[in-house]
């Protein structure tokens, strides 16, 4: 493991780039950098792994960047932000900042464990970022953000069922730019950000890099030991460097290295917060700077990850050799009070105590080589090879079962292709291939036992021989668009993917045994339709889906205790559709929206799970006669039927050179079913944040300078749930108020 990030280090990076910012001519291509034009901007995207324009590409896509990107990060938010900002996405997690989940189209998985799989592959800088904690990796510098909806396994990741998330980041040029950012906020809330980059050998040799430095107080009380301010808060430092090298114009090779160090407050748990018998409501009693934790340390998390890729390019004439060599490695803890109280003293009833330390170390090594066409011909192609190798261990220490070790080991490879022929100047077609081989492992080490409960789980162990499974399968896709006119066009597009089988070794740590989920193959149809309207001042792409998903991988997590178990549901159905809208009402006012549906179905007659400990919660699904409810008919799991987004950005022309400017954000969460089981307080609905700049911008000074807000009507939104025990949950971040300047270089 890399050491980790220091203040110290994080001086020297920035000092290294001053000369560069000095004497900087030109400025990033920012909203400080210009006014906006009465008219859309096109979009560049590389859904398809090569440059093509959003309104070309065959595919329902969307894309962030600039400031409704940036504002939804203005107070310190970790990735998670970007839920519901785009037509069926979402995002949680309970594991605080280091474990997304994220959910497309209804799909995702809502397992805790570290070793979960997920439908929804992250892609940083063209490195899929495979387990959750390194998808965590701080979100700053990034150029763009593409939200790839549907099955994209023939070109993306090891098993992308769902679709992709694809971060892209500032790269180094031969210009010197730069820009610096500084925010501070309530909770002591307090960000800096910047980059600098430029030539380093005029023509050959380019540099960028990128810095960020995240930090909120500890705000949150702890009633029960009479601390104040004693958790809630975080540090995340993360530094980025990139290095281009041209020496000819048929060759380059981009190094990028980062690195990331975490230290705060994980995912804080609260017993009994939900109003027994109502929907999805807090009780009376909920307090949210407030906590009674008798155990856990007050929620501990500290993660340091590193990485670097290399990316070589090769213009061989009519084609383009492309070799992605990186490594990924993280490793880290959390510690949460489960129960969220205090067992026999409240808050309400909570029959036993429960705290739990997971400890993590994770690396992975990726290899892609890609071969592709690079001709003004009708006919395009491209070809390669991918391989993935990775291994997890998590150490998982219980207050009352002890310390148990278990490894995942991961090794993947794939061979793809997908071609692309312009029929006619209207009319396009592709198909791509994808055959997958898929191997996981696991392998249960020492447990540390003190006690006679323990003892017996020890000598369980014993009896655990290493678990192996393999799988391989062919994905594929084929897609027809065809331009109605110059400024609109409609596509149909079938695929089919798969996720390779899943190993779950949680329930080892608490006297249980691994459990292995069955591969599940989806296929999907979508059909589209994209336009440019009102003289290129309308953008309005839409589109409708539906899937069924074969063997359906399921997790069952909590109910009658502290387990989690994997499941495989005969079928599993999701239908809907997105529309995502831009439009420049005027010099002054551009408009965004985007609406969502994902109506999704578990198809199964005879699948059942634990619902709620204790009998704390209202079930309303069938019970079997050993109390199982019945889940067939219920919606996947912690996925919204609905989301719906709108942004608005007003400006006023200051004198020649400036404009004050107001912009706000909003983003809704409709219906959304928090277990696999359906319950009254664990299905929540009508969940809304909204956020707002506003501020002025200099263009001659190229500085902008804004009063931000986030979550500014101050919502209490529960964002999960744990079972097992109580009617614990865990909810959202407060209003947060600050200031920010930035500059650009």
């Known amino acids: 493991m890399s050491k980790a990030i220091t203040p110290t280090l994080l001086a020297t990076a920035i000092a290294a780039t001053l000369p560069h910012a000095a004497f900087a001519a030109a400025s990033d291509d920012t909203a400080a950098a210009k006014r906006k034009p009465a008219m859309l901007e096109e979009v560049t995207v590389t859904a398809q792994k090569r440059a093509e324009g959003l309104q070309e590409v065959p595919i329902s896509v969307a894309a962030l960047s600039g400031e409704r990107f940036d504002s939804v990060f203005a107070a310190g938010d970790d990735i998670l932000a970007l839920a519901a900002r785009v037509p069926n996405l979402y995002a949680e997690s309970s594991n605080g900042r280091a474990a997304p989940r994220f959910y497309i189209r209804g799909l995702g998985n809502s397992d805790f464990d570290l070793a979960a799989s997920q439908p929804v592959s992250i892609i940083f800088d063209d490195v899929v970022q495979e387990n959750v904690v390194l998808k965590s990796f701080p979100v700053f510098d990034v150029e763009q ?4 909806r549907g099955p994209q396994g023939t070109l993306f990741g090891r098993n992308t ?10 790269k180094p040029t031969m210009e010197n730019t730069g820009y610096m950012k500084v925010g501070a906020g309530e909770l002591g809330t307090a960000n800096v950000e910047g980059a600098f980059g430029g030539a380093l050998v005029d023509g050959e040799l380019a540099g960028r890099v990128s810095v960020l430095r995240q930090e909120r107080g500890d705000w949150i009380d702890n009633t029960y030991s009479g601390e104040e301010d004693a958790l809630g808060g975080f540090t995340e430092l993360a530094v980025r460097g990139q290095l281009l090298w041209t020496p000819s114009e048929d060759f380059s090779a981009l190094l ?5 160090d975490l230290d705060g407050t994980a ?9 027994q018998g109502e929907q999805g409501e807090l009780n009376p009693t909920f307090d949210r700077d407030s906590v009674y934790f008798d155990d856990g340390d007050n929620n501990p998390q500290m993660y340091e990850s590193a990485g670097s890729s290399l990316k070589l390019e090769w213009d061989l004439g009519d084609v383009v050799l492309t070799s992605i060599s990186a490594y990924e490695g993280a490793e880290g803890s959390s510690k949460g009070d489960i129960d969220g109280g205090v067992a026999g003293d409240g808050p309400g009833f909570i029959p036993f105590g429960a705290v739990t330390e997971d400890q993590a170390d994770v690396s992975q090594v990726t290899q892609e080589i890609r071969l592709a066409s690079d001709t003004p011909d009708p006919l395009q192609w491209q070809l390669g090879g991918f391989y993935y190798d990775a291994d997890l261990d998590v150490t998982s220490i219980d207050g009352f079962f002890g310390a148990t070790t278990v490894s995942h080991g991961n090794t993947s490879w794939a061979l793809f292709g997908q071609t692309s022929y312009d029929f006619s100047d209207a009319l396009t077609g592709t198909v791509g291939v994808r055959y997958t081989y898929d191997e996981k492992s696991l392998v249960v080490g020492e447990q540390n036992v003190d006690g006679f409960a323990l003892v017996i789980g020890a000598a369980a162990i014993q009896d655990y021989a290493p678990v192996e499974i393999d799988d391989d399968q062919l994905s594929w896709e084929a897609s027809l668009n065809y331009a ?16 390779a089988q899943s190993i779950q070794a949680r329930d080892v740590a608490f006297e249980g045994s691994p459990s292995v989920a069955d591969s599940e193959t989806i296929t ?16 309005l792409n839409t589109a409708v889906f539906y899937y069924e998903i074969d063997d359906i991988q399921l997790t069952a997590v909590g109910g009658g205790g502290n387990f989690n178990r994997l499941l495989n549901a005969d079928k599993g159905v999701g239908k809907g559709f997105e529309v995502d809208l831009e439009w420049v009402a005027s010099e002054n006012l551009l408009i965004t929206a985007g609406a969502g ?8 007659a005879d699948l059942s799970t634990a619902p ?14 050993d109390g199982l409810a019945l889940i067939d008919g219920n919606p996947f799991q912690s996925a919204p039927e609905t989301v719906f987004n709108f942004t608005l950005r007003y400006s006023l022309p200051i004198g020649n050179d400036g404009e004050a400017f107001f912009y706000t954000d909003w983003a809704y969460q409709g219906e959304t079913h928090l277990a696999l089981y359906s319950a009254q307080e664990y299905t929540i609905d009508s969940q809304f944040e909204g956020g707002l700049r506003a501020g002025y911008t200099s263009f001659s000074g190229d500085y902008e300078l804004a009063f931000f807000g986030r979550n500014i009507t101050d919502e209490e939104n529960i964002k999960g749930q744990i079972d097992f025990n109580n009617l614990t949950g865990f909810v959202n971040d407060p209003r947060i108020l600050g200031v920010e300047f930035r500059k650009n270089f």
Do not use: M, W
Request: glycine letters at 6%; proline letters at 1%; charged letters at 25%.
């Open 267 to 275: 995912s804080v748990f609260r017993a009994n917060i939900y109003e």
């Open 484 to 499: 109605l006119d110059d400024d609109a066009s409609v596509y149909a597009r079938l695929s089919e993917g798969f996720r």
């Open 597 to 604: 549906l994902a109506d999704t179905d578990i198809q199964d």
């Open 612 to 625: 709620c400990g204790s009998g704390q919660c209202t079930v309303t699904d069938p019970l079997t006669s």
């Open 145 to 148: 953000v593409e939200v790839v």
């Open 161 to 170: 069922t769902a679709g992709v998330i694809k971060f892209d980041s500032r």
């Open 256 to 260: 990028n290295v980062h690195q990331r």
């Open 524 to 539: 999907s149809f979508e059909l589209g339709y994209k336009a440019d309207l009102l003289q290129d001042t309308l953008r």
